[in-house]
């Protein structure tokens, strides 16, 4: 059974990359019909952010990525944060102790820094490990009743890994393939604070993942150098290891480094799902309030990274499980292409139902004070889509249909509204009058064979109804227009033009 699990930890707005990552393990659960967690990894209270998690929740549901076990869901291996899970982890440190694969250290912040200067001084470098161990405070230097007396008597302590020495560590990673690392290389990383009584990401990580029987571990690049540490703790405990993905990391518009915030504000586009507001700090745009379907962000973003192969590149969430698999994730890093979310944007758009579209123009209307049956909402939704890439481009496509245009485009006005057009206006208003239905095959015949009989130039005619309807130019057919609009607004709309534009 794969059981597969999202682990972020609450210190902001979850970046692009971290949803990426989470619908990767989305994807490879539900192609596996395996299990989804989401573990939120909270040991770090100095990086905590208020609002985080409950932001990495909505932002999910709205990707409509579904949790079977964890914060928010419940499930047997329960609670999934970490901080509620604080008991657990101390005995794991210990059991290391006891099994000579890791040790008590006291040295204080300020020794450490210490030495630290001191050897930077001297043009060399400090890492706390195999080489200098035995000369710190450590417990591999004092007997068991030292070890005793200072625990007692309250000093604070940490736990450290006893990084083997001069081993080869050989790792399988499902994207990287094999990744070999000396150990004689790698720090003695703390796993436990006494001083907050947590365990480090690294054994919180670990422990929680052994305990909540995770199969495979995806996730980012970022945490590769973490691996071999992973890699000597499951051996440490004597626990099966699960799998390893990293996948590559989602790279700027020009490929120049990993795509950040920064980018974003710089070149007018969002990187994080929804709209962030920090206490502190700017606010971050997100695709939701930048008007993306979730459906074509998500579809977007599987593709940063992944390619299932051929051609086809717009897929639903059950399409893209189908599809899915690790071994088709390239190793180098994806650059974002902020026209191409775009694109795909408008291709959803296009195939969304007019009624699922209803509730985003129903929304605009409501934040101006404006009302509309649903019905018509429903035809403009679908008269304007074709030109819509952004849902919101849908007020400044459709805007006309609610409000009567009480300006005039004056470059249309100067081109058309002169001559024996205004009179053919005014003509229009009252075969339009005359009709007794008022859908546009009827309006449509009726004006059209109108003009052909007198021989008038079709598109001059035409385009001074559309001004005076529109306001401007553009829109759908003029007289699929008229027919949401009805026969007493368009009249109206007829009228107020002839009065108020300036006759030639
Ligand atoms: N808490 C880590 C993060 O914020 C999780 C890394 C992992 O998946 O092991 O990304």
């Not at 770090?44 to 985080?52: M, P, T």
């Not at 000396?182 to 929680?208: F, G, M, R, W």
């Not at 074509?296 to 639903?316: C, H, Q, R, T, Y």
């Amino acid at each position: 059974m794969v059981r597969v699990r999202f682990a972020p930890s609450p210190t902001g707005a979850l970046h692009i990359g971290g949803v990426r990552t989470a619908l990767y393990n989305y994807l490879f659960a539900r192609h596996h019909g395996g299990k989804m967690l989401l573990r939120i990894e909270d040991t770090d209270s100095a990086r905590f952010v208020e609002g985080a998690e409950e932001y990495i929740i909505e932002a999910l549901q709205w990707c409509g990525i579904e949790i079977d076990e964890g914060v928010g869901v419940g499930g047997p291996h329960a609670p999934y944060r970490q901080s509620e899970r604080r008991e657990l982890y101390l005995k794991f440190a210990l059991q290391l102790i006891e099994t000579d694969w890791a040790y008590y250290a006291f040295d204080t912040a300020e020794e450490l820094g210490a030495i630290r200067g001191e050897r930077e001084a001297a043009g060399g470098a400090f890492a706390y490990n195999h080489e200098v161990r035995e000369t710190l405070k450590t417990s591999l230097n004092m007997s068991a009743d030292e070890v005793q007396r200072r625990i007692e008597s309250g000093e604070q302590y940490v736990i450290r890994f006893k990084m083997p020495v001069g081993e080869q560590i050989v790792m399988q990673d499902m994207v990287r393939g094999e990744v070999v690392v000396d150990s004689s290389t790698l720090d003695d990383k703390v796993l436990y604070k006494s001083v907050d009584a947590l365990p480090t990401y690294h054994l919180a990580n670990i422990v929680d993942d052994h305990l909540m029987e995770i199969t495979h571990v995806i996730r980012g690049e970022e945490w590769l150098p973490s691996l071999p540490l992973h890699f000597m703790l499951y051996k440490a405990f004597g626990w099966e290891r699960p799998e390893f993905a990293h996948l590559p990391l989602i790279l700027k518009p020009d490929g120049k480094g990993k795509l950040s915030k920064r980018d974003g504000d710089r070149l007018g586009f969002a990187v994080f799902p929804l709209e962030w507001i920090p206490k502190e700090g700017d606010t971050a745009r997100g695709f939701r309030e930048d008007g993306y379907l979730p459906e074509a962000f998500i579809n977007m973003l599987a593709l940063l990274g992944w390619s299932p192969g051929g051609d086809k590149e717009v897929m639903s969430m059950q399409e893209m499980i189908e599809s899915f698999s690790i071994e088709r994730i390239g190793k180098s890093g994806s650059r974002y292409d902020p026209d191409k979310a775009r694109w795909f944007n408008g291709e959803y758009i296009r195939h969304t139902s007019n009624d699922d579209l209803v509730p985003h123009l129903q929304h605009e209307l409501e934040t101006r004070g404006l009302k509309a049956p649903y019905e018509m909402i429903s035809q403009v939704c679908g008269l304007v889509k074709e030109r819509c890439t952004l849902l919101t481009d849908f007020w400044a496509q459709s805007h006309y249909y609610f409000v009567t245009p009480t300006q005039y485009d004056e470059k249309v006005v100067a081109k058309f509204y002169k001559g024996d057009n205004p009179a053919h206006l005014a003509k229009i208003g009252e075969i339009l009058a005359s009709c007794q239905t008022f859908d546009e095959p009827t309006t449509e015949a009726a004006v059209k064979s109108w003009i052909a009989e007198n021989s008038l130039p079709m598109g001059q005619v035409m385009n001074t109804l559309r001004l005076s309807i529109v306001g401007g130019s553009g829109g759908a057919s003029i007289f699929a227009i008229t027919e949401v609009l009805g026969k007493e607004e368009t009249l109206k709309r007829i009228n107020n033009a002839l009065e108020k534009l300036p006759k030639a």
